[in-house]
């Protein structure tokens, strides 16, 4: 299981936080989709799961795993497959894999199984002794792929996946995804496709500027035969710039003095109240 608490994220010294304060869970088995438009906190909040960004209060757990506390064995648990594709460029794609599955101390029969089926999905087999600096977009999303998936993660995230893709590869993608989720896992993902997280996932999340919104079971919403463009265009509309006032309240607050030097600890302990955060 996934675990978010009470998830606040500012960036340098903003007075508002990026992400406000977002509490969410997600089960094994499940494919969550991570919604909201540009600049909402969707990579943010998936930095801060991954481990990659630190944040300001809150709690990610993965699979029991505190990512504040443990963060060595909470991110052997996860996958993280960026936005940009920051892979090592002068690798082969099989030197790449194999420095990965290294570092996740996966042995290598087990490697093998996992990696042959992927490149023949991927039909990466052809270039997978080459550089990767010869290889277009999409390979270098595949390439991320299979080495993400090298050590069987218990959570696997994926930051807008299918950009670049063409047809036949997102296709192998979604399937890939779904076998994962199958086999007790948990896939998050962020995307703006609608139809794509219409079609994938059991449950998504609208963050509108920062604030999760809703948590949707797509299953019911089939059921009573919505759409989730509409819902999306309605959770996305909505105002929710109460919580920034709240958060600027808080600065206010006269159990705060400037010169505290635990002034920021007593703000989030206020923000938290203020929220209903535990
Ligand atoms: N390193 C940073 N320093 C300061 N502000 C940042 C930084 N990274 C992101 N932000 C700001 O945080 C907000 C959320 O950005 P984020 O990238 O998380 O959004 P997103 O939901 O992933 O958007 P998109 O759909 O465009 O990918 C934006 O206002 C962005 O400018
Ligand atoms: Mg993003």
């Known amino acids: 299981m996934l675990e978010i608490k009470g998830l606040i994220k500012r960036y340098g010294n903003a007075e508002i936080p990026t992400v406000k304060g977002i509490s969410f869970e997600v089960n094994d088995g499940e494919i969550f989709g991570f919604l909201g438009s540009n600049g909402a906190g969707k990579t943010t909040t998936i930095k801060c799961i991954c481990g990659i960004l630190p944040f300001d209060e809150g709690k990610i757990l993965v699979d029991g795993i505190d990512m504040k506390e ?8 996860i996958a993280y497959i960026s936005d940009n594709h920051a892979v090592f460029e002068r690798l082969t794609g099989r030197e790449y894999v194999n420095h990965i599955a290294n570092l ?3 042995p290598k029969e087990e490697r093998e199984k996992i990696i042959n089926p992927l ?8 270039a997978y002794d ?7 977009h999409g ?6 792929v299979i080495a993400g998936l090298v050590h069987s993660p218990k959570l696997w995230v994926l930051d807008e996946p299918l950009l670049g893709l063409d047809p036949q590869s997102a296709l192998e993608l979604k399937n890939i995804m779904r076998q994962h989720a199958q086999k007790g896992n948990i896939v998050f993902f962020s995307s703006h496709i ?21 948590v949707i079971d797509l299953h019911e919403l089939k059921k009573k035969g919505k759409s989730l463009e ?19 309240r808080v600065k206010d607050h006269s159990e705060i003095k400037v010169d505290d030097k635990n002034a920021d600890k007593k703000a989030f302990a206020i923000i938290h109240r203020v929220l209903n955060l535990k």
């Open 104 to 106: 996740y101390n996966t």
């Open 139 to 144: 390979m270098k999303q595949k390439i991320n």
């Open 230 to 248: 509409e819902i999306f265009i309605t959770s996305t509309n909505k105002d929710v710039s109460y919580i920034n006032k709240k958060f600027m």
């Open 130 to 136: 080459r550089q990767i600096k010869s290889y277009s």
């Open 194 to 214: 609608l139809e794509v997280v219409e079609s994938l996932c059991d449950r998504v999340g609208i963050l509108n500027k920062g604030v999760l919104v809703d």
């Open 119 to 126: 490149l023949d999905a991927f039909g990466l087999k052809q």
């Open 70 to 77: 443990n963060p060595h064995d909470a991110k052997l648990k």
